[in-house]
């Protein structure tokens, strides 16, 4: 079957319409070894923020460098929907020194406390319902490494209320991510330039 | 070696600084069955807008509903460009009913036509260096269909002037596409709601 179209056959016995289906909250993870999981869960969030629609970016990674790009230009998009009322309110935190939303500075012994606390915070806003669409990234690390708890992540994303959408990224994802998210993509690479020595290039990579 | 790791014994003989070695032109392919490839990379050319480049997209498909998401927020990254001076300028072009710049209307037998006057016309666009990324959306397709010559989109690649960024999208990427690009990544499907019968969600399919 042509990715894309809906086989009858296969239309799901849920006594649900077709609109009804439609407002189903998506459940995404962008996994792999190669480029752009990233990149394509901020385009989404970007298309959601057209639609209005109030997003929650959460970075947990570290570099300040990497993805300055999509953070100004988001942050640009959240200043025009406070303006003109244009899209959706924009939130947009990262782990890198301690979260925005913190008093307690991060510090460097500390990023398993950090990235728990940020789940937390995540489970708070998904029960209160606060954004339509959640950009988890880079949270496959935490997990992998222990630091937040898969089978909490599972039970909190399969139990929470609304429609809100949540997209992880991150190599590796935990086989329990896969089987609970209802859109997974595996970025493979084959072929990078700094496979030969090549640098990162500016309004490229970041 | 993990990516994103730059392995110095790989460092490439060409005499050139990791200055000059930063402002070599991409080409990038996005490519495979999954999702992202598109999304992907309207998240590069946010980047690149928000570094101030000149944005070109062309889009060599027809839906009228897809990625209408995207354009929406690159035209008014566009215009913000010329409101304010931020980001970088946009044009947005697509072959839906014929390119924006012809004057002819594309009609229904006429598809093959009109891919080949597009591609003519980013052809003429990269020998002006009229844009610093090119998005050529779904690409793939009129050169898997014939309509656009593979040889020539190879030579003109290799040979176009300056610091040209040119990402290509589409599943089954010709193999001498993916030969001339430095960036190639397949997205893979492992999971889609499609597959159990739902419907694309707005604010997340477009």
Known sequence: MPQGKV???NIPDDGLTTRQRRMLPITAVHTGPGKGKSTAAFGMAMRAWNQGMRVG???????????VGEESVFKRLGQLHEETGEGGPVEWHKMGEGWSWSKKAGSEEDHARDAAEGWQEIKR???EETHDIYILDEFTYPIKWGWIDV????????NRPGTQHVVMTGRDAD???IEVADLVTEMTKVKHPMDVGRKGQKGIEW
């Open 175 to 177: 086989p329990k991510l």
């Open 57 to 67: 970016v959460f970075q947990f990674v570290k570099s300040p460098k990497w993805k």
């Open 125 to 127: 806003r998904l029960a």
């Open 151 to 158: 089978n909490d992540v599972v039970e909190t994303l399969q």
């Open 7 to 9: 086989d009858p056959a």
